[in-house]
């Protein structure tokens, strides 16, 4: 059964941490593309950020460059997303996205986590 599940999430104040992670099962990672979305309440889902399937290429959301990092460990067949100097606007669901590079159609998605930035 393949499966993401997201863990991490809560509630943090303004310039806190929290890491995000991703544990796949029934595939592996090293096949796919791995993002991070995001949902707030009343807006759509946007990309923060991305990794290849070798690890070696990441993009980011402009709104969370230099304080995001994803990361992936193959040998756990989970994807991190550490997330520093939390502001208030990160407040969102966040969902963990799998996409397989050479069979796009082949794509799956975690039931999500939240993260609320509040003092």
């Known amino acids: 059964q393949v499966q993401l599940v997201e863990s991490g999430g809560g509630l943090v104040q303004p310039g806190g941490s929290l890491r995000l992670a991703c544990a796949a099962s029934?595939?592996?990672?090293?096949?796919?593309?791995m993002r991070w979305y995001r949902q707030a309440l009343g807006k759509e889902r946007e990309l923060v950020a991305g990794?290849?399937?070798?690890?070696?290429?990441?993009n980011y959301a402009d709104s969370v460059k230099g304080r995001f990092t994803i990361s992936k460990n193959n040998a756990k067949n989970t994807v991190y997303l550490q997330m520093n100097s939390l502001k208030p606007e990160d407040t969102a669901v966040y969902y963990c996205?799998?996409?397989?590079?050479?069979?796009?159609?082949?794509?799956?998605w975690g039931q999500g986590t939240q993260v609320t930035v509040s003092s």
């Open positions: 996205n799998a996409r397989h590079i050479i069979h796009p159609r082949q794509e799956y």
């Open positions: 990794i290849g399937s070798t690890g070696s290429v990441t």
């Open positions: 029934g595939f592996t990672i090293s096949g796919y593309a």
